[in-house]
């Protein structure tokens, strides 16, 4: 079935790094894709999106391009900082007429940035 | 906008009782919301989605008559774990949809989670 398949974590580097963490979906059609943070003892907020190809989200100085060719939408950060310090969650979403926009979630990767 | 608030955020109690969490839409209209449960180091499990004013879908393996879902207004989705034993202890998360947008591209709102420790 469909799936959303981000690399394992932890993934720990320095202040001011270059943050990149995969994910790859299968799915028929053109699901609409986000990133999710989640912060210690809390729920969800949502980082970014894209809903259809080429589309590129960004906040936060964080960056994913929706790539139909590789079916990928990887998470970058040009320089992070030690409040980037977070799970990250790659999710799909659901377009069918009984799945009433449901989420599907990788399985999250864990980042740790150090001073 | 689009805040969606959890009650409470943390509750301790003893095996056997029935606990109810509230997961409310502050500042928009949400005809669907989900529950979710998340173990330690783990990702979000969907558990069911909840529609107003119709019962809830359950996902495969989650038990409907415990874990009681009511969507009785646009803003107020309830999730009530019945006589809750020490495996129900998790970290619960709900998340809303807004009313009337596009369902494929429209992000999910969460709320910030309620921790359940049974004794």
């Known amino acids: 079935g469909d799936s959303v398949t981000q690399m394992e974590g932890p993934v720990t580097l320095s202040e001011e790094a270059f943050l990149t963490i995969n994910c790859t979906y299968t799915?028929?059609?053109?699901?609409?894709l986000f990133w999710y943070v989640q912060y210690p003892g809390e729920g969800l907020q949502l980082l970014l999106k894209a809903t259809k190809a080429d589309d590129k989200g960004s906040n936060k100085g964080f960056e994913a391009t929706y790539r139909k060719e590789t079916t990928s939408f990887h998470l970058e950060k040009g320089s992070v900082q030690v409040s980037d310090s977070a799970v990250y969650f790659c999710a799909r979403g659901t377009m069918t007429t009984d799945s009433w926009g449901k989420l599907q979630f990788g399985a999250g990767t864990q980042v740790v940035v150090t001073p | 906008g689009a805040v969606v608030s959890q009650h409470p955020s943390w509750v301790i109690c003893k095996s056997g009782t029935s606990v109810k969490i509230e997961c409310r839409s502050l500042?928009?209209?949400?005809?669907?919301m989900f529950w979710y449960r998340q173990f330690p180091k783990q990702s979000l499990m969907l558990m069911a989605t909840?529609?107003?004013?119709?019962?809830?879908?359950?996902e495969q393996g989650v038990e409907k008559d415990k874990f009681l879902i009511n969507h009785a207004s646009l803003t107020l989705s309830t999730l009530t774990v019945t006589s809750a034993h020490p495996e129900d202890s998790s970290f619960y998360i709900c998340?809303?949809?807004?009313?009337?947008?596009?369902?494929?591209?429209?992000?999910?709102?969460f709320g910030d989670g309620t921790r359940l420790s049974i004794l």
């Open positions: 799915a028929t059609g053109y699901p609409s």
């Open positions: 998340s809303a949809r807004e009313r009337g947008h596009w369902v494929g591209g429209q992000p999910q709102h």
């Open positions: 909840s529609n107003e004013g119709s019962k809830a879908t359950y």
């Open positions: 500042d928009f209209q949400a005809t669907t």
